[in-house]
């Protein structure tokens, strides 16, 4: 099973500054049965009403610097964090995370891709 955690703010959509992952992307690695959630520097709170606005059920909310915690919670083989960052990649490393910037992840439907 892969995990797949996504910044907000300068990566999905719905952000702010929004950014390219559009929700039909987040719905089919949804679809693809991908654990699926964000780690944010926003509120959890704020992060739930987001997704709930968005109308996708999401398996996890978190802040980015606790990807750890979010790691341990579920038993993946394979985790990984999309975002926009530095401290996107350094969080997401630190929590032994494959990091993808935002700007250059593999076209959608590539072998091995995540959506």
Not at 5 to 29: C, K, N, Q, R, Y
Not at 75 to 84: E, K, P, Q
């Amino acid at each position: 099973m892969v995990l797949v955690s996504f910044d907000i703010d300068g990566t999905l959509s719905f952000g702010d500054p929004p950014g390219p992952i559009t929700l039909a992307m987040v719905a089919e690695a949804k679809r693809r049965g991908h654990v699926i959630g964000s780690a944010s520097d926003r509120t959890l709170r704020e992060q739930r009403r987001m997704w709930e606005q968005a109308g996708i059920e999401v398996d996890f909310v978190s802040h980015k610097h606790h990807l750890g915690d979010t790691r341990d919670r579920f038993s993946c083989s394979r985790l990984v964090h999309i975002g926009d960052t530095t401290v996107d990649e350094h969080y997401a490393k630190l929590a032994g995370f494959e990091f993808f910037h935002v700007d250059s992840l593999p076209a959608p439907s590539s072998p091995g891709w995540v959506y």
